[in-house]
């Protein structure tokens, strides 16, 4: 199962015009049926739903742990959301379990104002609209690195090089901050750099190619990457290490996109002006930046009535359009019509426009396999309780038993 690459650089050529404006535009249709809904919890799904909240009768359930409530709240007959918020790694079980309908016939009647880099086709279907991009990159405190004259790093070596000499100079608690927390996060860690040395997850005929060159390296660099950082990095999380660098407490991390406007949030950051951003460095020379692209967007339920949905996606084009980029602009790299790029969003430029860009996140079962057995096993090694070998001898082990009992292997 395949879902079309949304290049970043697409995001950035939208025309742009609209006179930005302190709150949402009224709803243009009065919502007389409840319509719920669950994402995650960042700036971007803030602004959509609050955008959707103004048309009334409207439940949004915003929760970083989302990934794995939606499956089985989708499942539910009726469906326990109408509406759900997903990316291209967390919309697969939901494609698996058919809990999930085709958008086109909604789009036609509804969805006129959509650009065709929103519509995530799938077997020719249009499962998904997708309101924004996404990527990790690095995000650094320019005061630190001018004051001590430290270039921006822009390979992962120079990032370790850095770190060490921040350390020495004791000027931030800790000068590395990472999403290494158990499960899903360090996964996804892994999965960077694993992309970075040039790894491949799988072989063709679906069995596991982690425990390899690739896999080593990945571990030895996210090791070494522990040295700088707080030693609670298992509870890390993105909230986690947004929350640090808005106290001063870390220097650099390599963090989403989506995060970067709440650094200069004056309500809750204490480094307003203080954060730049620059590509997801490079974890050998000649590769991509270890990093991969990702959209959100919106999906809509299938256990429930055609009228319900229609209804829905009708409450969900509403905070998916420009009234949304106006109101909230910085809150991500939208694929809106009316956003336009400021400096916080340089870091994702200049990552997904890198020569050899990173590549999408793979929406595939092996993946979402793959994922996990990694979330599960890889926590052994970083608490020195196995070697890298067996960590991912582990997790090929893991991979297979799940892949067998998908039917992707005998």
């Given at each position: 199962?395949?879902?079309?690459?949304?290049?970043?650089?697409?995001?950035?050529?939208?025309?742009a015009g609209?006179?930005?404006?302190?709150?949402?535009?009224?709803?243009?249709?009065?919502?007389?049926?409840?319509?719920?809904?669950?994402?995650?919890?960042?700036?971007a799904?803030?602004?959509?739903?609050?955008?959707?909240?103004?048309?009334?009768n409207?439940?949004?359930?915003?929760?970083?742990?989302?990934?794995?409530?939606?499956?089985?709240?989708?499942?539910?007959?009726?469906?326990?959301?109408?509406?759900?918020?997903?990316?291209?790694?967390?919309?697969?079980?939901?494609?698996?379990?058919?809990?999930i309908?085709?958008?086109?016939?909604?789009?036609a009647?509804?969805?006129?104002?959509?650009?065709p880099?929103?519509?995530?086709?799938?077997?020719?279907?249009?499962?998904?609209v997708?309101?924004?991009?996404?990527?990790?990159?690095?995000?650094?405190?320019?005061d630190i690195?001018?004051?001590?004259?430290?270039?921006?790093?822009?390979?992962?070596?120079?990032?370790?090089?850095?770190?060490?000499?921040i350390?020495?100079?004791?000027?931030v608690?800790y000068?590395?901050?990472?999403?290494?927390?158990?499960?899903?996060?360090?996964?996804?860690?892994?999965?960077?750099?694993?992309?970075?040395?040039?790894?491949?997850?799988?072989?063709d005929?679906?069995?596991?190619?982690?425990?390899?060159?690739?896999?080593?390296?990945?571990?030895?660099?996210?090791?070494?990457?522990?040295?700088?950082?707080?030693?609670?990095?298992?509870?890390?999380d993105?909230?986690?290490?947004?929350?640090q660098?808005?106290?001063?407490?870390?220097?650099?991390?390599?963090?989403?996109?989506?995060?970067?406007?709440?650094?200069?949030?004056?309500?809750e950051?204490?480094?307003?002006?203080?954060?730049?951003?620059?590509?997801?460095?490079?974890a050998?020379?000649?590769g991509?930046?270890?990093?991969?692209?990702?959209?959100?967007?919106?999906?809509?339920?299938s256990?429930?009535?055609?009228?319900?949905?229609?209804?829905?996606?009708?409450?969900?084009m509403?905070?998916?359009?420009s009234?949304?980029?106006?109101?909230?602009?910085?809150?991500?790299?939208?694929?809106?019509?009316?956003?336009?790029?400021n400096?916080?969003s340089a870091?994702?430029?200049?990552?997904?426009?890198?020569?050899?860009?990173?590549?999408?996140y793979?929406?595939?079962?092996?993946?979402?396999?793959?994922?996990?057995?990694l979330?599960?096993?890889?926590?052994?090694?970083?608490?020195?309780?196995?070697?890298?070998?067996?960590?991912?001898?582990?997790?090929?082990?893991?991979?297979?038993?799940?892949a067998?009992?998908a039917?992707?292997?005998?």
């Amino acid at each position: 199962m395949y879902v079309k690459q949304i290049a970043l650089a697409g995001a950035i050529s939208l025309a742009a015009g609209a006179a930005y404006a302190d709150g949402h535009a009224t709803c243009s249709f009065e919502n007389e049926s409840e319509v719920t809904m669950l994402s995650a919890a960042f700036e971007a799904w803030v602004a959509v739903t609050d955008a959707m909240a103004t048309c009334g009768n409207f439940s949004p359930e915003l929760d970083q742990e989302f990934r794995t409530k939606q499956p089985e709240g989708f499942a539910a007959n009726p469906s326990l959301y109408q509406l759900g918020g997903v990316s291209n790694g967390t919309i697969t079980p939901l494609l698996n379990a058919g809990t999930i309908r085709p958008l086109d016939d909604l789009i036609a009647e509804y969805g006129q104002d959509l650009t065709p880099n929103q519509l995530i086709q799938i077997d020719g279907q249009t499962m998904a609209v997708a309101m924004m991009v996404n990527t990790q990159h690095l995000m650094y405190r320019s005061d630190i690195l001018e004051e001590l004259g430290l270039d921006v790093p822009s390979t992962w070596e120079e990032v370790l090089t850095v770190a060490a000499a921040i350390d020495e100079a004791d000027v931030v608690d800790y000068p590395l901050g990472a999403t290494f927390a158990s499960g899903w996060n360090l996964a996804q860690d892994f999965n960077n750099m694993f992309l970075g040395f040039g790894g491949t997850f799988v072989n063709d005929d679906n069995t596991p190619n982690v425990n390899s060159e690739a896999g080593l390296a990945a571990l030895d660099v996210m090791m070494r990457m522990t040295e700088y950082m707080d030693p609670e990095f298992l509870a890390s999380d993105s909230t986690y290490v947004q929350q640090q660098f808005q106290q001063g407490r870390i220097a650099m991390a390599n963090l989403w996109a989506s995060r970067a406007a709440a650094m200069n949030d004056e309500a809750e950051s204490e480094v307003v002006g203080l954060v730049g951003t620059a590509s997801a460095p490079l974890a050998m020379e000649g590769g991509a930046p270890a990093t991969t692209l990702w959209w959100d967007g919106i999906v809509v339920a299938s256990n429930i009535s055609d009228e319900e949905a229609a209804n829905a996606f009708r409450l969900a084009m509403e905070g998916v359009n420009s009234s949304t980029v106006e109101a909230a602009p910085d809150a991500a790299i939208w694929l809106i019509e009316g956003y336009e790029p400021n400096e916080m969003s340089a870091g994702a430029i200049a990552t997904a426009t890198a020569s050899p860009a990173p590549t999408a996140y793979p929406s595939t079962t092996q993946m979402g396999l793959m994922h996990t057995a990694l979330g599960n096993e890889l926590p052994a090694f970083f608490t020195g309780d196995v070697s890298a070998e067996a960590a991912l001898a582990a997790v090929e082990a893991s991979y297979t038993v799940a892949a067998q009992e998908a039917g992707l292997l005998e």
